[in-house]
């Protein structure tokens, strides 16, 4: 399904994109006492580092200002009927339930002032199917996460569970960005232009290019990661790994930074966005086999479920299919017999 991209390891080099100093290992070993500490505890199923301190993650990068990201996953008893429960109540009605011991998500070390967050899981309701992990929290267990106690296993078959859908979540992230974010691009754009709100308009290809940039790094074979370190993972790719020719860093952040006061201006980033975004549709033709030729199409029926519920309609067998939605669209035997609700081949 994913095509190989040479030049492109999936490591990031902070060290080598910032000023500060990288202090990686001096904060691990300042987690040490902390971890044996959990490490003890009979509750505790899973420990893990994450971020900067996992030494097989995408960077292994942390200064003066990191946090220890510590993840603790724990075996706890909870009843069936709790587990059937949205976590707001479940964890609400477990509160007796859980150990004593759990310490607060945030505190800094007593002696350094090194802050901890400690993330926290309850083995049980996590593995439950239901359990959907969002993108920044799948960013930091398949890309930054070094397991250092798992005695049975459980900690990676649930990060290897919930992480394993990265190639599903691209090709949709994809296709929303290519149909729906292109269309914004292009037809929001010009409007609001038209209504004389060049601020507007800048601020819907900042957003556009900001999503771009989340797609950009999916095709990469990375998950999104967090607001701090996007941008550098970007800027390899675009600048260490020549991922996107001719898209530079630096003309990406033209794109996006640019406040452009007048109608003209703003034209003119528009068309660097659907540049980029054409860009990024040749590449994710080349990435999925499944690709559909007309994305539009495809998007209308099978992403967003709440725009046109047939998969091929009166209009499109009278008209033919044969062209993509954007050109059908133009076509006046097409538009007329979805304006006059007319069937064809009813039933079929």
């Known amino acids: 399904m994913r095509a190989a991209y040479p030049g492109w390891s999936g490591q990031i080099p902070v060290a080598q994109m910032l000023t500060t100093a990288n202090e990686a290992e001096r904060l691990r070993d300042q987690a040490r006492p902390f971890l044996s500490r959990l490490r003890a ?75 901890f967050n400690v993330h926290q899981h309850v083995l049980e309701y996590e593995s439950r199917p239901c359990v959907i992990w969002d993108n920044d929290k799948c960013s930091a267990y398949a890309d930054t996460l070094e397991i250092v106690y798992d005695p049975h296993g459980h900690l990676r078959a649930l990060v290897a569970d919930k992480t394993s859908g990265r190639d599903q979540r691209a090709f949709e992230a994809a296709l929303k960005l290519l149909s729906r974010s292109r269309n914004l691009a292009t037809e929001g754009v010009t409007a609001t232009l038209g209504r004389g709100r060049a601020d507007i308009a800048c601020d819907i290809i900042t957003r556009v290019a900001y999503e771009a940039i989340d797609v950009l790094l999916f095709l990469s074979g990375t998950w999104p990661p967090g607001a701090k370190w996007r941008l550098l993972a970007v800027e390899t790719l675009l600048d260490r790994a020549s991922f996107l020719p001719p898209w530079t860093y630096a003309r990406l952040m033209r794109l996006i930074r640019s406040d452009a006061a007048t ?16 860009g990024i549709r040749q590449l994710a033709a080349r990435t999925f086999t499944a690709w559909p030729a007309d994305v539009y199409g495809y998007a209308t029926t099978r992403v967003f479920t709440d725009k046109q519920l047939r998969s091929e309609t009166a209009a499109d067998r009278r008209a033919g299919r044969g062209s993509e939605y954007a050109l059908r669209i133009l076509d006046a035997e097409w538009n007329r017999v979805n304006h006059d609700l007319e069937e064809v081949n009813r039933g079929k």
Request: contains cysteine.
């Open 41 to 115: 505890k009979p509750q505790v199923a899973g420990l893990g580092l994450l971020g900067g301190l996992a030494s097989d993650g995408i960077r292994h990068f942390a200064d003066r200002f990191s946090d220890i990201d510590v993840t603790v996953l724990l075996s706890c008893d909870l009843p069936q009927e709790l587990l059937a429960l949205p976590m707001p109540d479940a964890i609400v009605l477990a509160q007796p339930l859980l150990p004593g011991w759990l310490p607060n998500f945030k505190f800094t070390d007593p002696v350094s002032g090194t802050e």
């Open 263 to 278: 109608s003209a201006a703003c034209q003119g980033l528009q068309a660097e966005l659907l540049e980029f975004l054409s």
